[in-house]
């Protein structure tokens, strides 16, 4: 009787363990028994930043991971009577070898993946969406700054998720920091490029916001990067109460006009619609925004980390990447405990309609109608000729502009 009571300890114990070694995180479970297979457990790729996993990135992220499957797997029924398992990608580590993205997808079908979370560049991100799109899988971005996700209707990608806004927060963000500084009536200078769709769209938006604002935009049109004497229509603009000039160009075009200005001893403060550059950095009175710089800042971060540390016992070089991992795991945890396993094609759907993901002192709720948070923090900067400090920390709603 006493040796069959210490077998039923050692299996409880054994089936207890939180984490198993290596590329994947999940329960530890006996030899032969596959709980893909018998239906109790959950399969979800990753694939890594592009340091990759061996990287202090890698690393940040897959300790993120393991705490938020600990935390699912330990619990009593799991997520919905299911444990979950996240497992790592290996990408090929030379440039010239070419990924092969349906040899990968292949693998997933095989392991029963039900979706896939991207801390990858975005050149791999743009490959992966058609494959998944015609899987029907879902696909959630640490990032996503840059990708549009409307689809050629103009409706968000049905499988495609983000945490970060879309690049054109920073209008936004710059309109409302003008909106709180600066009086009605203020005429404010726009720099774009009219032969670059973007920028130009960029500029029309604005232009349209600080109407909305009270302010008087006064556009200073470049035609390609070969026009760069603007001082002329710059002193036009001034003359007719300009007083803060928000550049639409590049950096190197920002530079530029920087120079520009200061040759001519205009009075013309200079903000930008970009983003960060450390060629700005030493510009003193240059103001733009930043939606990545408050999770940074989070005074959260210390005790995630010490968290991670108490759980894993190990130490997390980039602890806001790996806030950013886990908010990225709890939001598909979030809306895996909505859908009824049975039916797991409506993941999707509730992913789109996620609540309460903790990121950093921010819990984010998804907005359906852009599959990105409703609304994200973003950080107004301003350079003081060595590095940036804080102007205001403004809260930005993704439906707000355009994608």
């Known amino acids: 009787m006493f040796h069959r009571a210490r077998v039923v300890l050692f299996l409880l114990a054994f089936l207890c363990v939180s984490f198993i070694s290596g590329p994947e995180t999940g329960l530890a479970v006996p030899k032969g028994v596959d709980p893909v297979e018998e239906g109790w457990m959950w399969q979800i790729a990753v694939i890594p930043p592009v340091e990759g996993w061996n990287s202090p990135q890698g690393e940040s992220v897959w300790m993120a991971l393991s705490l938020a499957a600990g935390e699912v797997n330990e619990s009593h029924g799991g997520v919905n009577g299911h444990d979950v398992r996240f497992f790592q990608v290996t990408l090929p580590g030379r440039e010239d070898i070419p990924l092969d993205f349906p040899g990968l997808l292949r693998e997933w079908k095989t392991r029963r993946v039900i979706a896939v979370l991207s801390f990858a560049d975005d050149e791999t991100n743009l490959s992966l969406i058609p494959l998944l799109r015609i899987e029907g899988m879902p696909l959630l971005l640490a990032w996503g700054e840059w990708l549009s996700l409307r689809n050629g209707d ?47 769209a960029s500029s029309v938006l604005l232009d349209r916001l600080l109407q909305d604002r009270g302010f008087v935009p006064l556009p200073v049109w470049v035609a390609g990067a070969g026009d760069k004497d603007v001082r002329f229509r710059l002193r036009e603009a001034e003359n007719a109460g300009g007083q803060i000039l928000v550049s639409l160009l590049d950096v190197m075009g920002t530079l530029d006009l920087w120079r520009q200005i200061r040759e001519t001893g205009s009075p013309l403060a200079i903000w930008y619609g970009g983003s960060m550059s450390p060629f700005l950095a030493d510009r003193k009175g240059l103001v733009l925004s930043d939606q990545d710089e408050p999770l940074s800042r989070d005074p959260s971060l210390r005790g995630f980390r010490l968290r991670i540390w108490d759980v894993l016992r190990v130490r997390v070089a980039d602890a806001a990447l790996a806030a950013r991992a886990y908010a990225l795991a709890r939001w598909f945890l979030r809306g895996l405990e909505e859908t009824p396993p049975s039916d797991i094609a409506r993941l999707p759907e509730r992913l789109g309609n996620a609540t309460g993901i903790p990121f950093g002192e921010e819990i984010l709720s998804i907005d359906p109608a852009t599959h990105r948070p409703r609304e994200r923090k973003v950080a107004v900067l301003e350079s003081d000729g060595a590095g940036w400090f804080l102007r205001r920390i403004v809260s930005v709603p993704s439906g707000a502009f355009p994608e």
Do not use: H
Request: no cysteine.
């Open 154 to 200: 103009g409706q968000p990608e049905p499988f495609v998720f983000a945490l970060s806004l879309f690049r054109r927060f920073r209008i936004v963000s710059l309109a409302e920091e003008l909106r709180r500084t600066m009086p009605e009536g203020t005429g404010i200078v726009l720099v774009a490029d009219r032969l670059d769709p973007v920028l130009a």
